[in-house]
């Protein structure tokens, strides 16, 4: 479907392959998601987070090895099935390899081991980007309603908001959306979480589009729920395509700011 970046092969100067398929962060927003959302990772599969020296595994599901890299890709530390809910750093890495826990010693990888990245087209070097500042006491640019029963994407979701000067009015089950419409006539957008489950959410964003049709409704989904689109249906993978997601947050808020009698076209 074209909607997600490729994937590196990481390898040691030997030629020894460390990880076949590694996804690279290199966005705020991606550097941000991570591993969030996923149930597992295996062998074989990895996340670089470039630039980067340090990570933490809060909302992590699984244990992860790290491999620590620094600007003249080499291996400066590793860490080995760092549990959930932990902080690494390490002073000197310019990137931090996600890896399944106990790869590094399968993979025979070891502190002093020069990497090579298999594309290096494919890997931007900036490392400009940084996220918008905005002044603490400054007016919200508008008001998200996030309806989700998904602790740890809410979690995400706020902070990602926060960062764009992007209000959260409230955060509430699907099933409760029409009774939160009726008490919060301020609300810009509405961010729509159909988890597992396609059907149940369109139903709902039919049903909020008949209560508040000037409101544009963005539905977002586990990967599998995003690549089975209905026609005509823009479902995001809420774990995948962040930086989408949120530029279309960002542009319903604006478009809606502009025009409040008219919802965002192609929203669900």
Partial sequence: MGRRRGTLTLRREDGRIVCENVKLADTYVTRTVGLLGRRTLPPGQGVVLRPSFSIHTFFMRFPLDLIYVDGDLVVIKIVERLPAFRTSSCRGAREVVELAAGECARRGVSVGD???????????????ESPPLIAPDSEPRGRVLVASRDARFVKLVRFLLDGKGIETAAVVPVDRLPDTLDKDEEIDAILLDAQDAVGPALTAANTTRALRPEVPIIVVGESHVADRSPAGVR??????????????????????????????????
């Fill in 235 to 268: 479902i995001y993978d809420k774990w995948n395509e962040a930086d989408e997601l949120l530029a279309a947050v960002e542009e319903a808020v604006h478009e809606h700011d502009l025009d409040p009698e008219a919802p965002l076209d192609g929203s669900a």
């Fill in 114 to 128: 020069r990497v090579a990245w298999a594309s290096q087209t494919a890997m931007p070097a900036t490392g400009t």
